[in-house]
């Protein structure tokens, strides 16, 4: 009898909690299902101008997770300091810790990044159950602790950078007439998927004045082929390296001259800017605030993997990426202080998992919450980019993925005020949203910010009348975005290779067909060339085309081109490239590798090779 009892005063709990549950929840469910009162469109159109026609599904196409949960990533290890400066003076500020340590520190100027000498070195306890602050020096100053226990074991090895706030008593004159330039960069995000999966950075840009530029699209291979373009107004194949080691040809010396303060930070030691034909980075004067001595001095001793395919990284408690972020934000009071060019990429995750792009959204936004708060943004023309879509794996295999991988993002956001001073350039800048556009573009777009009387509406108006002066069929490579983009723009006036342009429809064409397979055997005979002086490399073979698209350059153009993927053995590397038919076969864009080569490559280092290297 008991017993029954209890059952039934437990039954009648259970009951009640599920109607509560199903009433309480009624109104909720309701919201969920509810069917949203404008109907979405299937598609987002980009580009749809005379000579372009480009636009987006808003589903994503179908792809593979990666094998780990990637939201589920921590840095294992504890943190064990921070690092503060108050006063002028840098201390470490310690945790309490369950056991007494021993800690060395080696101490190293952050300004000083070619002499790697030590400034100072040092030693401490850390004791259990207290914590305490150890002065270490001033001005902008490296750390690195190490940290053992009674047994010589290490238990905690980190880099610190000291970062400074300026000084309040030397309060530098705020020119009114500038406008500062922040660059957001994150790695392998397209358009389309900063659409799909940033929910919470596109609901905070509506309250501010921004600008998508849905037909920003990238000129070149990878990162370096398109920040180049971005960073000095060149090609990658004109920027030798010469040229790179005179630091005058890039952005932060334009900068500089125009009177701005400038930083770099990449969450990355060897940042993308590092390049096999160039020594980028040997000397970078014009750079007032540099990440990159304190990544690398991180990624030389306190770096660990996190993921499978070790390509997220964390440094003690800290992930690289969350380390660029601290650097941003320890620099917002000198961006609130003199006029200020920053240039931050982010490349760790994205670069390789698909679904990692839409983890960093409410970081994101935050991030720009504080530039908010911090009245950074009302001083600062701020691009939210990237420099190209997803370039291999499962999601890059699909066709939508392969057009996607050719629209990064690009997002500009900007005072308000900027409208008001100077409107009919802005009204340009506006109406370009649609405009098929590329890094060139906004390397012109940025000089002129650099002199901003040039957006006066008189200067305006005469350099849209030059603009017009050109003959159709010619017109500058690049354009500021405060000009109106000529409607008739091709890829081709663009200087955007066919590889990389979706303007036009493709024609798929049977991949049996004999003219198909003479242009794809011309491509793998092109791949040989460039591994012929490399005897660790297989010679390749040409296994099968996958893929082959005619490319439609419009009915009065006598020129045609075959894009083709194929698959080749040894190794089962997947090609992509475009073969010009005429007389001769002509490779008409780079060679680009769609799967990853893992460690087929291992014989060889240089990053260009290990794309086509098959090891004997
Ligand atoms: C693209 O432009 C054409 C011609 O101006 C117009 O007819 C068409 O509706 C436009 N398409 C979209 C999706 O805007
Ligand atoms: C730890 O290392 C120091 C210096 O190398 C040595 O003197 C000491 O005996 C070691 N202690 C233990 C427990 O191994
Ligand atoms: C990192 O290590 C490499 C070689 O191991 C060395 O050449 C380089 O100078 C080191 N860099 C720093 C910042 O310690
Ligand atoms: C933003 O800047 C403009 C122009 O310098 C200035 O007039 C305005 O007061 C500023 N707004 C805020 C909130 O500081």
Request: hydrophobic share 40%; glycine share 6%; with cysteine.
């Amino acid at each position: 009898m008991a017993k029954m009892l209890v059952r039934m005063k437990a039954l009648m709990l259970l009951t009640g909690i599920f109607f509560m549950l199903y009433f309480g929840l009624q109104p909720l469910t309701e919201m969920v299902e509810q069917k949203p009162l404008v109907s979405y469109p299937e598609e987002v159109v980009f580009v749809n101008t005379s000579e372009c026609h480009i636009a987006g599904p808003l589903r994503s196409a179908a792809f593979k997770c990666a094998i780990e949960p990637i939201n589920k990533m921590r840095c294992r290890k504890k943190q064990l300091t921070i690092a503060v400066t108050k006063g002028g003076n840098n201390f470490l500020v310690t945790q309490k810790v369950a056991k007494d340590l021993h800690c060395k520190y080696w101490l190293k100027s952050a300004r000083d990044s070619l002499n790697n000498k030590y400034l100072d070195k040092g030693h401490f306890d850390l004791e259990s159950k207290s914590s305490k602050e150890i002065k270490m020096g001033t001005g902008q100053q490296i750390v690195r602790i190490k940290c053992l226990n009674n047994l010589n074991e290490t238990k905690y090895h980190d880099v610190h950078y000291f970062l400074p706030s300026p000084d309040p008593d030397l309060k530098p004159e705020i020119n009114p007439g500038k406008l500062s330039v922040m660059v957001l960069g994150i790695d392998s995000i397209s358009h389309m998927h900063f659409y799909r999966y940033f929910p919470f950075v596109k609901g905070f840009l509506l309250n501010l004045p921004h600008t998508n530029f849905y037909g920003y699209s990238r000129v070149g291979l990878d990162a370096y082929a398109n920040l180049m373009p971005f960073l000095s107004g060149l090609s990658a194949n004109e920027v030798d390296r010469e040229l790179l080691a005179k630091e005058e040809a890039f952005l932060w010396q334009n900068f500089k001259t125009g009177g701005y303060s400038t930083a770099y930070g990449e969450d990355n030691a060897q940042g993308i800017l590092t390049h096999k034909n160039g020594e980028w980075g040997s000397s970078r004067h014009p750079i007032d605030f540099d990440l990159t001595p304190v990544m690398m001095e991180i990624d030389n001793h306190t770096r660990y993997s996190i993921d499978l395919k070790e390509m997220i990284h964390c440094t003690a408690g800290r992930t690289y990426q969350q380390v660029l972020k601290e650097f941003i934000l320890n620099l917002i009071p000198h961006m609130q202080e003199s006029p200020f060019f920053s240039f931050f990429w982010h490349s760790q995750g994205v670069q390789e998992y698909y679904e990692y792009g839409g983890h960093l959204d409410l970081t994101y936004m935050l991030l720009l919450k504080k530039l908010l708060d911090a009245n950074v943004l009302n001083n600062t023309l701020v691009l939210l980019m990237s420099d190209h879509g997803l370039r291999a794996g499962t999601y890059r295999m699909s066709f939508q993925g392969m057009k996607e991988e050719s629209q990064p993002l690009m997002v500009a956001i900007y005072p308000e005020w900027l409208k008001e001073k100077y409107p009919l350039a802005m009204e340009n800048f506006e109406k370009n949203a649609h405009s098929l556009i590329t890094p060139y573009d906004l390397h012109d777009t940025l000089l002129d910010v650099i002199s901003l009387d040039l957006l006066q509406d008189a200067s305006i108006e005469s350099r849209m009348n030059s603009l017009k002066s050109y003959p159709a069929k010619k017109m500058p490579r690049g354009i500021s975005l405060f000009l109106p983009i000529p409607e008739h723009r091709t890829c081709d006036l663009a200087h955007i290779p066919s590889l990389f342009c979706f303007c036009r429809d493709l024609t798929e064409v049977p991949t049996d067909d004999g003219l198909v397979l003479r242009c794809s055997r011309f491509l793998v005979e092109s791949i040989n060339k460039l591994i012929k002086p490399f005897e660790k490399c297989h010679q390749l073979k040409l296994q099968m085309v996958l893929q082959a698209h005619f490319l439609d350059f419009g009915e009065e153009s006598f020129v045609y081109e075959l894009r083709l993927r194929v698959r080749t053995n040894p190794g089962n590397g997947i090609f992509e490239a475009t073969v010009r038919l005429s007389d001769v076969l002509l490779l008409t864009s780079p060679i680009s590798r769609v799967n990853h080569f893992l460690s087929q490559s291992y014989c060889v280092s240089d990053p260009g090779l290990k794309l086509f290297c098959s090891c004997i």
